[in-house]
Nanobody, 123 residues
Framework: QVQLVESGGGLVQPGGSLRLSCAAS????????MGWFRQAPGKERDFVAA????????YYSVSVKGRFTISTDSAKNTVYLQMNSLKPEDTAVYYC????????????????WGQGTQVTVSS
């Protein structure tokens, strides 16, 4: 079956960096877009970034643009989210998702979801 498994979360100080990974398996994702979403405590889950599996196009939320970079490694079937200049407000559970409807910010358009990885930004 299809699996998306996130890793790389943890505790980091403000201004620090983390790289999240999302290992995809169970089907071919060539025609899929891959997205990262996050959910902070007590808040709704929000869009962070998306990329075509080929890596040709990307899209970012305003809050992370210029600090986060999404990328893919087709050989490893893995999507990455490089997070730099982290702020306390980036604290959230980060989810990887896969969907067939392009670089969408709409959660309902993503078919497959991972279980999430916790990122905590605190001194």
């Amino acid at each position: 079956q299809v699996q998306l498994v996130e890793s790389g979360g943890g505790l980091v100080q403000p201004g620090g960096s983390l790289r999240l990974s999302c290992a995809a398996s169970g089907r071919t994702f060539n025609n899929y877009a891959m997205g990262w979403f996050r959910q902070a405590p007590g808040k709704e889950r929000d869009f962070v970034a998306a990329i075509n599996w080929s890596g040709g196009s990307t899209y970012y939320s305003v809050s992370v643009k210029g600090r986060f970079t999404i990328s893919t490694d087709s050989a490893k079937n893995t999507v990455y989210l490089q997070m730099n200049s982290l702020k306390p407000e980036d604290t959230a559970v980060y989810y990887c998702a896969a969907g067939r409807f392009g670089l969408s910010t709409v959660q309902a358009l993503y078919e497959y979801w991972g279980q999430g990885t916790q990122v905590t930004v605190s001194s």
